[in-house]
Every structure is written in structure tokens, then in C-alpha cells.
């Protein structure tokens, strides 16, 4: 049953932990080109375009979604296509990368800023990082899945910002992007080592904009080991 498949696939072997590590590069490789080409008036959707060909030219062979590439009040909306919108001066974006790199999935997502972020754009910033590190803190061996949404919440309820909230922080990623566990309320699942999770907290605030960070990472006997290692601070570029 797909019960049963899901169950298996939860957890990894080594071999497919160094499959899901190459993917990550690939993955690194598409946001570093980001970063070279993110500049005031650069169109949305050429940045998408070029990243993708250099994670092609990497190794990917093809991506699990639409490599997203967000600006401004746009951003408030986690999941449109980049488009013909111009980046501006002051304006968050962020960008999510996909790759598939020999039938395993990536997910990588940063949030940058085009010059000095609005002050409230990066109190939402440092909310949903912090979240993300607590997630984080969270997630070792024992703990469920809904612990570690739990802990991300936490952060962002004591920071007002509970209205800005997604439902759930993060997902199992393997050979597709939404694999079992559900990092959310209603996921019981415990974790076990090898298990491999995208650790996702996000704020949206509708009319203003979004900020999301995600890292893919590796359930050890210790905790845990996150798989990239591009910064994940707000840049300001």
C-alpha cells in the first residue's frame, strides 16, 4: 500500500543521504548565480531562467517545481511564477530552487534584500530564522513531527506575527519534494536518524510581503546535519 511506501521512504539509506547532498549542490550552485545576477531593475524572471541553466549546466535534470523568484509586495503570495516584475530598490525577494539531480530532490530557499530592507521586513526576517533555528533545535531523534512545528510556532506567536503564520514548517524530501513526515499539528510521526527533512518556517503578510527560509537536513543519532551550506542571513545585495 502507499502506507507502507511512505513508511519506507521516510527514512534513508546512506547512499540516498549522498544523493540528496549532491542535490543540495545543485542547488547551491543555482542560488550563488542568483545572488551574482539580484540587482535593482533585474526582471524577476531572467534571474529564474539563468539560475536554472547553471543548475542544468551542474548536473539537474529538470526541477520538482517552477523555480520561484519573488520581489516586493509579490512575495506575499508563496507560490507565484516570477514574471516581468522589475526588482526595486528596498524590496525583499525571495528565491526557491527545486533541482532534481539523479531522481532526488532539492529545496532551497533564501531571502535577500535589494539594499537596506524595510524595518518591518527584517523584524519578520529574524522572527522566521529564529523559528527555523528553534525548528531546528528540535528536531532529533524521539521528537515527532508536530514537536517541531510546534517549536517553530512558538517563536512566532510570541512575536505577534501569528497571522502571518503558514500551516505547517517544513516536509520529508527524498525522490519527491513532499514526502511523509508533515512537519505540523497533526503529524505524530516520530523521528528516527536518516530521516531527511525540509525545515521550512515562512511569514506572509498579505499586501507587504514574505520572507521564508528553508534548508534540507539529515536526522542524526546526535540531532541533526543540515545539507547546505549557503548562508542564511538577510543580505542585503
Do not use: W
Given at each position: 500500500?502507499?502506507?507502507?511506501?511512505?513508511?519506507?521512504?521516510?527514512?534513508?539509506?546512506?547512499?540516498?543521504?549522498?544523493?540528496?547532498?549532491?542535490?543540495?549542490?545543485?542547488?547551491?550552485?543555482?542560488?550563488?548565480?542568483?545572488?551574482?545576477?539580484?540587482?535593482?531593475?533585474?526582471?524577476?524572471?531572467?534571474?529564474?531562467?539563468?539560475?536554472?541553466?547553471?543548475?542544468?549546466?551542474?548536473?539537474?535534470?529538470?526541477?520538482?517545481?517552477?523555480?520561484?523568484?519573488?520581489?516586493?509586495?509579490?512575495?506575499?503570495?508563496?507560490?507565484?511564477?516570477?514574471?516581468?516584475?522589475?526588482?526595486?530598490?528596498?524590496?525583499?525577494?525571495?528565491?526557491?530552487?527545486?533541482?532534481?539531480?539523479?531522481?532526488?530532490?532539492?529545496?532551497?530557499?533564501?531571502?535577500?534584500?535589494?539594499?537596506?530592507?524595510?524595518?518591518?521586513?527584517?523584524?519578520?526576517?529574524?522572527?522566521?530564522?529564529e523559528a527555523q533555528e528553534v525548528a531546528m533545535s528540535a528536531a532529533k531523534p524521539g521528537a515527532s513531527a508536530s514537536d517541531v512545528h510546534q517549536a517553530a510556532v512558538s517563536v512566532i506567536k510570541s512575536s505577534g506575527f501569528v497571522d502571518c503564520l503558514r500551516f505547517r514548517s517544513g516536509h520529508g524530501v527524498g525522490i519527491t519534494?513532499?514526502?511523509?513526515?508533515?512537519?505540523?499539528?497533526?503529524?505524530?510521526?516520530?523521528?528516527?536518524?536518516?530521516?531527511?527533512?525540509?525545515?521550512?518556517?515562512?511569514?506572509?503578510?498579505?499586501?507587504?510581503?514574505?520572507?521564508?527560509?528553508?534548508?534540507?537536513?539529515?536526522?542524526?543519532?546526535?540531532?541533526?546535519?543540515?545539507?547546505?551550506?549557503?548562508?542564511?542571513?538577510?543580505?542585503?545585495?
Amino acid at each position: 500500500s502507499s502506507f507502507i511506501l511512505d513508511q519506507m521512504r521516510m527514512i534513508k539509506s546512506d547512499h540516498e543521504v549522498v544523493r540528496l547532498k549532491n542535490a543540495a549542490k545543485v542547488a547551491e550552485i543555482g542560488m550563488e548565480k542568483c545572488v551574482e545576477l539580484l540587482a535593482e531593475d533585474v526582471v524577476e524572471k531572467e534571474i529564474a531562467v539563468i539560475a536554472e541553466h547553471a543548475m542544468k549546466k551542474a548536473g539537474a535534470e529538470g526541477f520538482i517545481y517552477p523555480t520561484l523568484v519573488s520581489s516586493g509586495r509579490k512575495s506575499a503570495a508563496p507560490h507565484l511564477p516570477p514574471g516581468d516584475k522589475v526588482v526595486k530598490r528596498g524590496e525583499t525577494v525571495f528565491i526557491a530552487l527545486g533541482p532534481i539531480v539523479k531522481g532526488y530532490c532539492s529545496d532551497l530557499v533564501r531571502t535577500f534584500s535589494i539594499g537596506e530592507a524595510d524595518g518591518l521586513m527584517k523584524e519578520m526576517f529574524n522572527i522566521t530564522l529564529e523559528a527555523q533555528e528553534v525548528a531546528m533545535s528540535a528536531a532529533k531523534p524521539g521528537a515527532s513531527a508536530s514537536d517541531v512545528h510546534q517549536a517553530a510556532v512558538s517563536v512566532i506567536k510570541s512575536s505577534g506575527f501569528v497571522d502571518c503564520l503558514r500551516f505547517r514548517s517544513g516536509h520529508g524530501v527524498g525522490i519527491t519534494i513532499h514526502e511523509r513526515p508533515n512537519l505540523r499539528e497533526d503529524d505524530d510521526t516520530v523521528l528516527k536518524p536518516n530521516m531527511t527533512l525540509a525545515i521550512e518556517p515562512s511569514l506572509f503578510k498579505n499586501g507587504f510581503g514574505g520572507t521564508r527560509i528553508c534548508d534540507v537536513v539529515v536526522v542524526t543519532d546526535k540531532g541533526l546535519r543540515r545539507l547546505f551550506e549557503f548562508p542564511r542571513e538577510l543580505e542585503a545585495l
